[in-house]
């Protein structure tokens, strides 16, 4: 066993959904950073690690601790020329290679990146694939990393959304292990991910009654929309033009599925960070209205006593539907110590404290 908890650094941390896993799951993190002033305000109110509202890219290393596991949830870009580094000189890699940049300076034992689904089909401007990039660069960086990357279902963990997620794990190859993904732990037919378990005894609870308005258009339309339906409820007549013109031809825009109202026997669709009733589940099953903020902090797996602050109700959804969920950083952090618990303790030691001393070591 390690007589000390392994440290996290944690970039383009949020409001700390990733972190409070992570947390939870035994690591420690001591250092995070943001540049969104409700995320990093939340992450303080909430945390006790020291987290720095600063645009990472003006940032040193040496600003940085040392580490155990640099996490990153880095805003997906494509790279200008595929699995080169001076590729990312492009503006748009930048984000990427700032990740990189830490990884190289601290040499963390474990890698952990966190991305949208949409990560795995991003073509790089060549029209190679950012993530095969993203896999080249890290098994370079030395002494290199075996990396491993799944889509997991937030569901699947015991969260209550049907929420999709691109992780990337990469363990220092020194280490001589292997990370694999844990199996599920819930079936789309659990009662407890269900939004009516949700939505149970949450009156009174710190940010229920912070309910962001409905826009004049959403107003109208959502009184049309039945429990578990979705735009399709709408009579053609009340639909704005620009919808209109979807329904008329639904195959040519493939038959979206705007407006979606969750019944309280669903599963919750994906909590997004721009939260419009248009794009994401996020109207109430039964009201007319939007979910608070704590509603959708539940449906993110955010424990009751997590509280959101900040000055615009927008930015607290924001900051919401841009987190990882807690409940599936634990389980995620929870498969990464266990597995640093079964590597021999003097060598997880050695490596903790260099690389170079662990090549001495092994000799
Ligand atoms: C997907 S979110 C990360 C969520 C986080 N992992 C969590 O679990 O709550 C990406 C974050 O990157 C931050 N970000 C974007 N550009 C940044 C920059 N240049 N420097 C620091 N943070 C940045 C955004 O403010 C946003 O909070």
């Not at 999709?164 to 292997?178: P, T």
């Not at 009733?277 to 979910?291: A, L, S, T, V």
């Not at 662990?358 to 000799?363: A, E, G, M, Q, T």
Request: aromatic letters at 8%.
């Amino acid at each position: 066993m390690l007589n000390k908890k392994l440290k996290v650094v944690s970039l383009f941390s949020g409001c700390g959904g990733l972190d409070l896993g992570l947390e939870q799951a035994g690591f420690n993190v001591v250092w995070a950073n943001d540049i969104d002033k409700t995320a990093v305000d939340t992450y303080k109110y909430n945390m006790n690690s020291v987290v720095i509202q600063k645009d990472i890219t003006k940032i040193s290393t040496d600003e940085i601790p040392e580490c155990d596991l640099v996490a990153a949830g880095f805003p997906c870009q494509p790279f200008s020329s595929a699995g080169s580094r001076k590729g990312v000189s492009d503006e748009r890699g930048t984000l990427f290679e700032e990740a990189i940049r830490v990884i190289e300076a601290k040499k963390p034992l474990i890698v952990l990146f966190e991305n949208v689904r949409g990560l795995l089909s991003t073509k790089n401007l060549d029209g190679s694939l950012l993530i095969d990039s993203i896999v080249e660069t890290l098994k370079d960086i030395e002494p290199g990393y075996n990396i491993t990357y799944k889509l997991l279902k937030a569901s699947d963990y015991g969260v209550p959304q049907q929420r999709y997620r691109v992780i990337f794990i990469g363990i220092r190859k020194d280490l001589g292990v292997d990370y694999e993904f844990p199996e599920p732990t819930h079936s789309l037919n659990d009662p407890d991910l269900t939004v009516g378990n949700v939505l149970k005894n949450i009156a009174g609870l710190p940010n229920q009654d912070e309910i962001w308005e409905l826009s004049p258009q959403s107003k109208k339309l959502i009184p049309f929309i039945k429990e578990g339906g979705s735009w399709k409820d709408i009579p053609f007549d009340h639909l704005p033009p620009r919808l209109k013109k979807i329904r008329e031809d639904m195959k040519k825009y493939r038959a979206p599925n705007f407006y979606r109202r969750f019944a309280r026997d669903e599963i919750n669709g994906t909590i997004t960070a721009a939260a419009t009733p248009e794009n994401c589940g996020i109207i109430h099953p039964i009201e007319n209205r939007r979910y608070s903020v704590r509603e959708v902090a539940r449906i993110q797996s955010f424990p009751d006593n997590f509280i959101f602050v900040g000055t615009s109700l927008a930015s607290k959804y924001k900051v919401i539907g841009n987190a990882v969920p807690p409940k599936l950083g634990k389980i995620i952090g929870e498969t990464l110590i266990n597995l640093l618990h079964s590597i021999d303790p003097k060598k997880l030691e050695q490596a903790r404290n260099g690389y170079e001393q662990l090549k001495l070591f092994s000799v």
